[in-house]
């Protein structure tokens, strides 16, 4: 008799839901726009977060599937694009878990007060490569506690920052006095004309708001995934914006946005903002070590909660023919384990060349932050797999209600195609200066690792769309072959 799968609830599903937007190692980046960050957010929340969220709920409850966006893209738009999207979903995952070994490395370092060597390095790295690859055996309902934390380890950090922004604005100032309304005007250059280089971080806060279509994945964990994927998304999507909007201001306080370092920003603002409210020395070292060791919880919840989503949506997609057939193969828990563990390791392998190649090649700039660079590919592979799904989703609207109970989104066909059309453009934009930051060949050449990466994704995909076509072509002449 097959064992009842647990179930989780709606606390659970908020939890899990905010474990997977909310991602801390992004925020300091967000930050580092300056001050026209805060019109940047309302903009994305309203052209793409809101638009984004509801059709995650629509989409998750009206066609509800564990393969997620492979599967609604599939009935909107065929094989090829579900495809196409499987391929730029699965890939970015081994690089974001490469990217995040890099982060946890430095983070375990700062703990320990210790310099790095090749050595600790390849230990943490592939260490952590082993734990979220453990956890990624186990469904989201039976791993809800990983997640659940992760929520609450990042409530708690974000909230502690924000607040201490708070504190110190009203007491003392900002790192980044705003001088006139003009602060606030994105694209705007300090000196007059456009701020191309800005643009490039908006990316960034797309890549904050992304994950809801997981949640449509785990309807076969919840009691009442009906009513629950659309309350979790709506409640997650509230709370989100919240603690991503208070420890941006809390680092803009801290940090003049020019010196703001990226991937240690959100402890050296701690730094800052303890130190001005004028806690002692062995109080701010407290502080940060267990900062620090949230922050690196984060990073195994983050992989954690995504897993069984991205899982879930390549085993659809290898049944299909995309991925080798036993990719679709699960445990008894009903995980894609073979995709599992592929994609552990292939972040192995990405995260032992990373570091060789630094050690070797110190003086190379590109290979300096290993962390930025399997991430911004990542990033691009991410950002270009949603596209289709807007797509599908006006497509798909077109038919009506399939599921009374499920969520819709109400209005005519024009707040309908803005819904969908918006966020594409949106996608399109953070694409072309995730590649292409500013409008001149020394920012090409600077960003050449990149663009050649990102263009090899794009051609191998095509390649295993094509391959995948072909055999079906070979399938179908069979089969008439037969019936003759």
């Known amino acids: 008799m097959p064992t009842k799968k647990p179930k989780f609830r709606l606390f659970s599903a ?84 490469a990217s995040l070994a890099d982060l946890a490395t430095t983070l375990l370092m700062t703990i320990l007060g210790m310099e790095p060597t090749i050595v600790t390095a390849l230990v943490i790295e592939l260490g952590y490569i082993a734990l979220v690859t453990i956890l990624g055996q186990l469904r989201i309902s039976q791993s809800a506690w990983v997640a659940n934390l992760g929520a609450i380890v990042k409530f708690i950090t974000l909230a502690g ?95 003049p946005f020019e010196e703001l370092a990226t991937n240690s920003g959100l402890l050296d603002s701690y730094q800052i903002l303890l130190e001005a409210v004028g806690l002692s020395a062995g109080a701010i070292s407290a502080i940060i070590t267990v900062v620090a060791c949230f922050f690196l919880y984060t990073l195994i919840a983050n992989i954690s909660s995504w897993q069984f989503g991205v899982y879930s949506v390549t085993a659809y997609a290898a049944k299909d023919g995309i991925f080798p057939k036993s ?67 006006m497509k798909l609207h077109k038919k009506g209600i399939q599921e009374k109970k499920g969520y819709w989104i109400k209005g005519g066909a024009g707040k309908i195609a803005l819904f969908g059309i918006v966020p594409v453009i949106m996608l399109a934009i953070s694409l072309f200066f995730t590649l292409i930051p500013e409008f001149n060949l020394e920012a090409i050449l600077d960003n050449k690792i990149l663009i050649v990466s990102s263009l090899v994704c794009v051609v191998i995909g095509e390649v295993l769309v094509f391959r995948a076509g072909k055999k079906d072509e070979q399938r179908k002449a069979l089969r008439r072959a037969n019936r003759k």
Request: net charge negative; proline share 4%; with cysteine.
């Open 161 to 255: 920052i924000g607040a201490l922004g708070i504190y110190v604005f009203a007491t003392q100032g900002s790192a980044n006095p705003i001088e006139s309304w003009h602060d606030f005007v994105p694209l705007l250059a300090e000196g007059g004309g456009i701020d191309w280089a800005g643009i490039s971080f908006v990316s960034l806060i797309i890549f904050n708001m992304l994950g809801f279509e997981v949640v449509g994945t785990f309807i076969d964990d919840m009691d009442n995934p009906k009513k629950q994927i659309p309350q979790a998304i709506i409640l997650g999507a509230v709370l989100i914006a919240l603690f991503y909007i208070l420890p941006s201001f809390g680092i803009g306080v801290a940090v």
């Open 14 to 97: 908020v939890l899990a839901t905010v474990c997977i937007v909310l991602v801390i190692d992004a925020v300091a980046p967000t930050a580092a726009i300056g001050n026209s960050q805060y019109a940047w957010w309302v903009i994305m929340i309203l052209g793409f977060f809101i638009p984004y969220a509801l059709i995650s709920a629509e989409l998750g409850t009206q066609y509800p599937s564990e393969g997620g966006m492979y599967t609604w893209v599939k009935k909107a738009l065929g094989k090829k694009w579900a495809g196409r999207v499987a391929w730029f979903y699965w890939v970015n995952f081994p690089l974001w878990i």
């Open 327 to 393: 990719w679709a193969k699960t445990n008894k828990n009903g995980v894609a384990t073979r995709v599992s563990l592929w994609t552990s390791i292939v972040a192995a392998v990405l995260s032992v060349a990373g570091i060789i190649l630094a050690y070797v090649f110190p003086e190379a700039e590109e290979l300096s932050n290993m962390f930025w660079a399997f991430f911004d590919l990542s990033l691009f592979c991410l950002l270009i797999g949603y596209v289709p799904m807007f797509f599908a989703f």
